[in-house]
């Protein structure tokens, strides 16, 4: 059974600094392209970053480019998501996904598998 579990987030002080984690189990995680998403109360489901197999490319979505990067260490079938300069506007639920994919998608539906997601909240 796959398991995508993230950490990391928490309460931030605007222009601070948050890293979430998503650690993978029960999936050959090198096989997957990795996405964060973000979903805001009473908002769609958002794309934040993905990053391809291999670290083979990565993409970011425009509200967050220049202030998050993401990463992936195939070993500790882990991805993460440094986010820099945060926003009360970034203030969200983020959801870590994989899909088993030779391309890297912006899109929720191409996603097979899904974390329970870890709040971030952005005070001003």
């Known amino acids: 059974q796959v398991h995508l579990v993230e950490t990391g987030g928490g309460l931030v002080q605007a222009g601070g600094s948050l890293r979430l984690s998503c650690a993978g189990s029960?999936?050959?995680?090198?096989?997957?392209?990795m996405s964060w998403f973000r979903q805001a109360p009473g908002k769609e489901r958002e794309f934040v970053a993905n990053?391809?197999?291999?670290?083979?490319?990565?993409d970011m979505g425009d509200s967050v480019k220049g202030r998050f990067t993401i990463s992936r260490d195939d070993a500790k079938n882990t991805v993460y998501l440094q986010m820099n300069n945060l926003r009360p506007e970034d203030t969200a639920v983020y959801y870590c996904?994989?899909?088993?994919?030779?391309?890297?998608?912006?899109?929720?539906?191409?996603?097979?598998?899904w974390g329970q997601g870890t709040q971030v909240t952005v005070s001003s």
């Open positions: 996904a994989a899909a088993h994919s030779l391309y890297a998608s912006g899109s929720v539906v191409d996603y097979d598998y």
């Open positions: 029960g999936l050959t995680f090198n096989w997957y392209v």
């Open positions: 990053i391809g197999r291999r670290s083979a490319s990565t």
